[in-house]
């Protein structure tokens, strides 16, 4: 291929992302060339440090930037890597004339709160819910709620500050426990509400595909087989393929697909998250318009197929040919269960041993801090593992995850004098 005749893709990302190195490997393996548009001048990292910075807070002078970099290295297609990104990605592509879908479905699809109302209108399958205004007196806006109930932040992710409430007093207790986590949310609006929705009781699923001219295709439909019933939602098991008959993966299907049209996507990568009652209904809790997030997506990797070379074959508008494997396999994230810095992680050789199991992934540094759910957001790694069974496969991850032991020790904070509300760790040891 010659030099003219190279495509180059413009990926958007924060400049920390875990996502940007997967998909420079997709593109150099698809033979496009990446810019990355970030907000990271004085990135480590190489291609960052060479790419195109942009303030993802306003999107109109970001487009204008971008629009003058197409002028001097032409895009022929734009991909956002997170939730947060998707919109200005949108929003470029609609101006190039790329493929895209609409910024507004972009947006949607990432606040919580617009994804719901969306979906209503359309008489999609979602949850009773509800805004909680924080700066309004809390005890006032329970009286037509449904128990047992979640709060939620309109725009965070990994479950981080969603808790579930069985009466008033664990409301008002979980609401004023929230308040604090949205300091971190993006945007005064979201900053200060909460979406309130009706616990459906039932099995969780996740749903990944991705969207072509409008259709929706499945890749794979994960399981999720330990139990999400609260008061904090920590995922831990991914597996594939699922145990649902084949009526109930149509119906998954059938409901994201008409979700999917609700918002208006069109194309590009789907990941949903959806529960089904006892009655077999399927109930819409997400609809993202991007892969699947964290390293989850490596248990879908095979030799003809990458789940990063679909979303940038899809982005350039070029078809790919899909051959997710044709064995079980899944992934645990790591949960955290106890507070503190971490000192050391014990049992990894003996992890790593079990039957099954592929690899085990500790992403946390020692020395870092460990904060639980609600409060955080991250996990302490990954245990991958492939066998005949999904069955198999869960039973092999749940004994690795037996044998690993973290070692902690307290977190010692100190006010600063004359420093307001800042706080130092004593990384001391003890």
């Known amino acids: 291929m010659s030099s003219a005749e ?84 949108a929003s470029i592509a609609r101006r190039l004339g790329l493929a895209h879908n609409p910024p507004e479905a972009a947006r949607w699809s990432y606040r919580k709160d617009l994804a719901r109302a969306r979906l209503e209108l359309a008489g999609c399958p979602v949850p009773w819910n509800r805004l909680l205004d924080l700066d309004r007196p809390i005890d006032a806006q329970t009286a037509e709620l ?75 439909i994960f399981d999720k087989p330990d139990p999400l019933t609260g008061p904090y939602f920590e995922e831990t098991i991914y597996v594939t393929p699922t145990l649902l008959d084949a009526g109930m993966q149509q119906t998954v299907h059938d409901t994201v697909q008409q979700a999917c049209k609700a918002y208006g996507l069109v194309t590009g990568a789907v990941h949903a998250e959806c529960r089904i009652d006892e009655a077999g209904q399927v109930w819409i809790l997400e609809i993202a318009s991007r892969t699947i997030g964290g390293d989850c997506g490596r248990i879908l990797d095979s030799e003809d197929f990458n789940i990063e070379e679909l979303a940038v074959s899809l982005a350039i508008d070029h078809a790919i040919e899909v051959n997710p494997p044709g064995h079980a396999s899944g992934v645990m994230m790591i949960p955290i269960r106890d507070a503190g810095i971490l000192r050391r992680v014990e049992g990894l050789s003996a992890a790593n ?78």
């Not at 875990?18 to 150099?28: K, L, M, W």
């Not at 039932?202 to 499945?218: V, Y």
């Not at 690795?400 to 100190?414: D, E, G, I, Q």
Request: proline share 4%; net charge negative; hydrophobic share 40%.
């Open 6 to 89: 190279v495509k180059r893709l413009l990926l958007i990302s924060h400049h920390n992302s875990y996502r940007i190195a997967p998909y420079i490997s997709a593109a150099r393996r698809l033979g496009i060339e990446v810019t990355i548009a970030s907000e990271g001048r004085h990135s480590l990292v190489t291609e960052v440090v060479n790419g195109v910075f942009v303030d993802f807070n306003d999107i109109q002078n970001a487009s204008d930037t971008l629009l003058r970099q197409h002028s001097l290295t032409p895009f022929h297609g734009v991909l956002g890597s997170d939730d947060v990104t998707v919109e200005l990605a």
């Open 146 to 220: 449904r128990w047992p109930c979640v709060l939620k932040p309109l725009n965070l992710s990994a479950s981080r500050g969603v808790i579930r409430a069985d009466d008033r007093d664990e409301f008002i207790a979980a609401a004023e426990r929230i308040r604090p986590i949205l300091a971190h949310a993006k945007g005064d609006f979201e900053r200060q509400h909460l979406l309130v929705e009706e616990y459906i009781d039932g099995i969780e699923i996740a749903f990944e595909g991705f969207l072509r001219q409008g259709e929706l295709c499945m890749i794979t």
């Open 353 to 430: 041993r079990v039957s099954n199991i592929e690899r085990v992934d500790i992403i946390i540094p020692e020395g870092h801090e460990l904060v639980p759910l609600p409060e955080g957001n991250r996990y302490l790694g990954y245990i991958f593992a492939r066998a005949d069974s999904a069955q198999e496969v869960t039973q092999s991850l749940r004994e690795a995850h037996s044998h690993l032991s973290f070692v902690t020790r307290p977190v010692f904070r100190a006010t600063i004098p004359g420093h307001v509300d800042e706080q130092i760790k004593d990384r001391v040891e003890t």
